[in-house]
């Protein structure tokens, strides 16, 4: 019983590991865009934010799992990961920058959302994987 548990659990986990960056990586971008207008984005940058959201998320999401940031588990963080979430975040904002230079050169992200959403991200993921290690280590103490 215990096995097929674990199983479940080991089957399930890529899913929600996927959705969970892809959720931290969306709020991530929304809020570097926020943070650049002083919470008043004009309509064109809102737009902007929107038609850029999905390949945004997605070139983070490849770069992750390329890079081995999905791989280990949550309570045996390290700064090994850490040095991972850096390589993988610095990677994913090259192919969004380069991704928004060659498909929409006339529209592009500005550079300063772009570093804040780089920022964001590791500060985001770093403290969400921060928090799982801390949560099982006080939950279950060695």
Same mark, same amino acid.
């Given at each position: ?17 996927? *959705? ?6 969306? !709020?991530?971008?929304? /809020?570097?865009?926020? @943070?650049?207008?002083? &919470?008043?984005? #004009? ?38 990961? *850490? ?6 975040? !610095?990677?994913?904002? /090259?192919?969004?920058? @380069?991704?928004?230079? &060659?498909?929409? #050169? ?37």
């Amino acid at each position: 019983m215990i096995w097929k548990l674990q199983r479940f659990l080991f089957l399930v986990r890529m899913p929600i590991l996927l *959705l969970l960056h892809a959720m931290a990586f969306a !709020l991530s971008y929304s /809020l570097a865009t926020l @943070l650049r207008f002083d &919470f008043a984005v #004009p309509p064109e940058s809102t737009q902007l934010l929107i038609t850029t959201m999905p390949w945004v998320i997605v070139g983070r999401l490849v770069c992750s799992y390329m890079l081995g940031s999905f791989h280990g588990w949550m309570r045996y963080v390290t700064f090994h990961d *850490l040095v991972i979430l850096i390589r993988a975040t !610095l990677a994913g904002t /090259l192919v969004i920058v @380069l991704t928004d230079y &060659f498909v929409a #050169p006339n529209d592009m992200i500005p550079r300063s959302i772009v570093v804040l959403e780089c920022l964001l991200t590791i500060i985001l993921i770093g403290a969400l994987r921060s928090a799982g290690r801390l949560s099982s280590e006080q939950l279950v103490p060695l």
